[in-house]
């Protein structure tokens, strides 16, 4: 998997399940190399540094799938309880012959065993003299990602972040309605979300392995991906459009919002995407969700109903808001994709606008932090769209979740969350009501 992210850009999660399909393995070993490929992913940039202190050549000068073995076993030593270092570094070297590394078992050997005896006077840069390069390095970023955050939140906020999204997601679920909350907690604990009014968050055991997920009692939802979903204020009854909906969350959210006499219609580009919408559809039991495959950057050619009152547009972004929950966005994004994206974005909430009826909203969301795919965006489109004006978003939350909404900035009255202040994802939102003309 940490090949296949490297060499080829892959999708981490849908690259581990292909693999792990293929394979005979107990559920404890599952779970061993899941944790072993998603900690190295998170932690890649820390474990990079480690390992060029005791290495006597270039790192990035190692081929690919050598320098990936190294991470593993840097990871065990070095991030990992309850590995003993000479089982890390045995198994590690086992593996590299495994893989084709045979002759290089007594560099892996070495390397290793200089990081454990090592570990406690490895040297990391200090925030205070280089501020950019411990954020890249004790953060576990790429270098550009580094020098923008620093740059646009400072080197304090800057590290905090970056040390918070290399930490695995609590998990988080959002009931569905009727759902005994109690019983819930009883088997996989946790407790409620402090922000969403439906979710419980900070679960101990897995949630998709509870007899209740089959049974639809919730679904896995982080907090605020349930906030934007509010924003919408959907009564029942209800028709909304979710642009770009999958992998469909916020439109079953929708669709149990609305009710059996509403109807949710969830656009999706791209097939394979769809399908993950239309199991969620079809394991929570909601025949009021009609999913159709639409670009809908060139229109929603639902032939029939031109206008709408709620349209939600979840636009594809640059995901660094979800770090934690997609550890290969960090590696996967590029500097100069951001204006693409924030660009997408614009053309793609451009498009719903036409068909917003007089006195409508449009939600615009993105789980991202780049100031061009949010309140950028936001700018762009109400300089072109003057007739949209932005809603206080504070009416449609709880009442704990108000302090999420920005009251200055380019675009007062948004949505917006960060994982190392809120523990949740990172998501900006924006409630847009067309004016009457």
Known sequence: MLNRVELDRAWADLTLHSLLRQRDLPKRERAFATELAYGALRTRGRLDCALRQVLDRDLDG???????????????????????????????????RAAGFARASGFINAVLRQLANRRESLVYPELESDPIDCVRDRGSLPQWLAERWVEELGPKAALELAEVSQSPPPRTVRLSPGTDKRAVVSRLGGRSCQYAPDGLTGLVSDPVQDPGFARGEFNIQDEASQLVALLVDAQEGDTVVDCCAAPGGKAVQLAQTVGPRGEVIALELHERRLGLIRRERDRLG????????????????????????RILVDAPCSGLGVLRRNPDARWNARAEEVQRLADTGLSILESAARYVEDGGVLVYSVCTVTPEETHGVIQRFRESHPEFEIDDARPFLPEAAAGLVELAGPTPGALRTWPHLHGCDGFYAVRLRKQPK
């Open 286 to 309: 909601l025949k009021n969700l009609r999913i159709l495959a639409r670009d809908v950057a060139k229109g929603f050619d639902l032939q029939g109903r031109l206008w709408f009152s």
């Open 62 to 96: 190692l081929e690919p799938g050598l320098r990936n073995l190294l991470r593993l076993g840097a990871y065990q030593l070095l991030v990992l309880e309850g590995v003993r270092d000479a089982t890390a570094v045995d198994e590690t070297v086992k593996l590299g």
